[in-house]
């Protein structure tokens, strides 16, 4: 089984470096961490980077997980090669670029780009936030899912996640206390869903829920309490329709053994328990 013990980074590719930079820092509220040819690196918390903008096809959208020990990799490449996913060594230099001692490359039943590393560079510097959104770090991705339940068997059998909750067949799930770190949305393609920032407080939520709309950044669900984690969430629309959360006060799930997963409607209701209505393709299935 592959022990996943955080998720590290997004990378995603953008035709417009300079305009993708602008939203992160103005507007989604991360730090530069470095510019370099091609990409610019974002940080949200005590971790050197948890975003990376390149200059690329927006469809390249990938995540990466962290594994405690360099053999792990070894373990989850042969894991992985013997159900039939291709695996991929990553060089020192890619290594490099994704400033980790190490990584391997797959993709997911649906086709979505996984990455596992080891190592991945912490900062000395304290992410501070180019405006005050609040933010406490990056904490989870909702991935594009083709088949709810193969991709839900994947995670749960060849990984260390679990189910924390479903709302219809699509599953939150977590490989830690944290309530989800991982969640699977239906959809015919692959690619990242939405990404989430965890911020401290509620009136966090509403500061910038006034802050992106007077921007006319395009909201797509909330301001809303989701009935699952139990997090105040808002969604609202980045580069290349991106979908970003930020989020706050999501549940921790601190005795396994007490907890039972719960049946969530795959409606309105079921998202938000405050009454709003999800404009997510993704959410509307
Ligand atoms: O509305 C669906 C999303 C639920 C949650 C949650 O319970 O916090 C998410 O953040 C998510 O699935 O990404
Ligand atoms: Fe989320």
Redo the contacts with the bound molecule.
């Keep these: 089984m592959i022990k996943l013990a955080d998720v590290s980074y997004v990378r995603l590719g953008t035709r417009d470096l300079e305009g993708a930079t602008h939203f992160a820092t103005e507007y989604l509220g991360l730090d530069v961490a470095e510019r370099a040819k091609g990409s610019v690196y974002f940080k949200s918390d005590e971790r050197e980077h948890t975003l990376c903008y390149f200059e690329g096809d927006p469809g390249d959208q990938v995540v990466c997980f962290e594994v405690e020990e360099q053999f792990h990799l070894d373990e989850a490449a042969a894991q992985l090669e013997s159900l039939g996913h291709p695996v991929r060594r990553g060089t020192a230099s890619e290594a490099a670029l994704r400033k980790v001692h190490d990584f391997i490359a797959f993709r997911d039943p649906t086709g979505n780009p996984i990455e596992l590393t080891w190592r991945p560079a912490y900062s000395g510097r304290r992410y501070h936030g180019a405006r005050d959104a609040g933010i406490t770090g990056f904490s ?1 991705v ?1 991935l594009c899912s083709s088949d709810l339940a193969r991709d839900e068997a994947f995670w749960t059998k060849v990984t260390n996640a679990q189910v924390s ?1 479903r ?1 219809g067949d699509a599953p ?1 799930l977590r490989i830690d206390e944290v ?2 770190t991982i ?1 699977l949305f239906p959809s015919v393609k692959p690619g990242i869903q ?1 990404i ?1 920032h965890q911020v401290e407080t509620g009136d966090d939520i509403m500061r910038s829920h006034q802050f992106l709309k007077d921007r006319q950044v395009r909201m797509v669900f909330g301001p809303g309490r ?1 009935p ?2 139990s ?1 105040k ?1 808002l969604y609202f629309e980045g580069p290349d329709g991106m979908v970003f ?1 930020y ?1 706050s006060g ?1 549940r921790e799930i601190a005795d396994e053994l007490l907890w039972r997963e719960r049946q969530f409607m795959f409606e309105p209701k ?3 328990k405050w009454g709003a209505k ?1 404009n997510i393709a993704e ?1 509307n299935k």
């Design positions: 989870h909702g909750d709302i939150l309530h989800h969640a939405h989430n989701h699952t984690s997090a969430f959360e989020s999501v079921g998202f938000c999800p959410f």
